[in-house]
């Protein structure tokens, strides 16, 4: 079975930082494309940003140059670095993995963190 796991999220001021991590575990074989989606109340999830297993990037426009998704692939983990944040960027963060498990390639979702933005 393959989890994942979120942690990172709270609250900070408008234009402060945050680092959100998302760790995948269980029988894995391996994983491709990694990612990042966010869901603010009363709104649709969106996406933030992905990277593939070789390390290219997409952002949405609304977070370029602000936000940076990285990934350790010895550690099964992917990153969202948030600087100059704003209020608009509080919502629930969620990270996704295209997976490659013992019986099954599969999409997979953690129970994601909330960022909060305000003053």
């Known amino acids: 079975q393959v989890q994942l796991v979120e942690s990172g999220g709270g609250l900070v001021q408008p234009g402060g930082s945050l680092r959100l991590s998302c760790a995948a575990s269980?029988?894995?074989?391996?994983?491709?494309?990694m990612g990042w989606h966010r869901q603010a109340p009363g709104k649709q999830r969106e996406l933030v940003a992905t990277i593939t297993s070789g390390g290219s990037a997409n952002y949405a426009d609304s977070v370029k140059g602000r936000f940076t998704i990285s990934r350790d692939n010895a550690k099964n983990t992917v990153y969202l670095q948030m600087n100059s944040l704003k209020p608009e960027d509080t919502a629930v963060y969620y990270c996704n993995a295209h997976i490659r498990a013992v019986q099954t390639i599969d999409h997979y979702w953690g129970q994601g963190t909330q960022v909060t933005v305000s003053s």
């Open positions: 269980g029988s894995i074989f391996s994983i491709y494309a």
